[in-house]
């Protein structure tokens, strides 16, 4: 329990210095607790979009048109909501990303691609899609069917979604299959579990989650524009990130609160770069930056909890010895 708590404490502490970074850079900005509050909440549809991409990521694989599903989603929640509020919002971008997600698992399974240049492909026919229903213009929802965009209804959408993906993560059968083919496919096969059913389920749990994630960003924007070619992809760069560093913290907590630290980074990072004005270049150099100092830093880490194990364990010896 003990070792629990001071791993938890040393990825905790990670976001908390990099905002106290960006506190001195931008004291007015950053010295406000509504920041905070900002911050945590515009990390959640980064998280929920990055717990659905990091099963494919442990094995290997991207989804690529998760950012142009997101639009396509809320393009469908956003007519529907003009008939059913609420419910439209929510039913239109479950049913549209579940579609999206059959999609996605029949043309793998037919056409047996790399999943990256599948969803490159299909950024095109989704974008293409959302422009033709919406004749390229911007639509917008009522204020009063917002409420899964702000507290306490984004808050509710979040934790839901966590405790879901803690389950399928930890104590599902998927989650076991998934962790055993990242590790092993060959071994995997061998054992009777499917790679490629493995892999078509992923793209549909991405594509949910996504979803998920599209609820609270249309209700949150209050309104979506059809994308044009890749720029979709931007959308996702965050929750990508996000995996990646909640992959390497993931060695010292559970992976699902590991990525919610990790887009919490990014939401920090983000709101930074805007706060001191800094250009896009600028935002990929201290991305790229931070990223290789938490490597290092986690790799530091446990290099000291190791050498402090040993030395505990000798410490024990000796005790045994002179006994």
Not at 32 to 55: E, H, L, P, R
Not at 103 to 126: H, N, S
Not at 249 to 271: C, D, P, R
Request: glycine residues 8%.
């Amino acid at each position: 329990m003990n070792k629990k708590i001071s791993n938890a404490i040393v990825v905790v502490m990670v976001p908390i210095a990099l905002y106290l970074f960006f506190l001195l850079l931008r004291p007015k900005s950053f010295g406000k607790i509504n920041t905070v509050y900002i911050i945590i909440t515009q990390s959640f549809i980064t998280c929920m979009i990055a717990w659905g991409m990091q099963y494919l990521a442990k094995m290997g694989e991207f989804d690529l048109a998760l950012g142009a599903e997101m639009i396509l989603d809320s393009i469908i929640a956003a007519l529907l909501s003009t008939r059913l509020g609420i419910p439209g919002i929510v039913a239109g971008c479950l049913l549209s990303a579940f579609v999206c997600g059959i999609l996605k698992g029949v043309l793998y399974r037919v056409m047996k691609i790399p999943i990256m240049i599948l969803t490159i492909a299909l950024i095109y026919l989704l974008g293409s899609f959302g422009g033709l229903i919406t004749n390229s213009a911007a639509l917008t929802i009522a204020y009063e069917h917002t409420f899964l965009g702000r507290a306490p209804g984004n808050m509710i959408v979040f934790l839901l979604t966590g405790i879901l993906m803690y389950f399928l993560a930890n104590k599902s059968v998927y989650g076991s299959n998934v962790n055993a083919v990242a590790g092993a496919p060959g071994i995997s096969r061998n054992n009777g579990i499917s790679v490629e059913r493995t892999k078509i389920r992923s793209l549909i749990l991405s594509s949910m989650f996504a979803g998920i994630a599209a609820i609270v960003q249309l209700s949150h924007g209050s309104g979506v524009t059809p994308s044009v070619g890749l720029d979709s992809i931007q959308n996702i760069m965050q929750p990508m990130m996000s995996v990646f560093i909640g992959f390497v913290m993931a060695q010292y907590v559970n992976v699902v609160f590991s990525i919610f630290v990790g887009s919490i980074l990014m939401s920090i990072i983000s709101n930074g770069i805007t706060a001191l004005n800094w250009s896009s270049a600028i935002y990929n150099i201290v991305v790229g930056i931070i990223l290789l100092l938490i490597m290092a830093y986690m790799n530091v880490a446990k290099i000291y909890s190791k050498r402090h194990e040993e030395k505990v364990r000798a410490i024990a010896n000796i005790k045994e010895m002179n006994l």
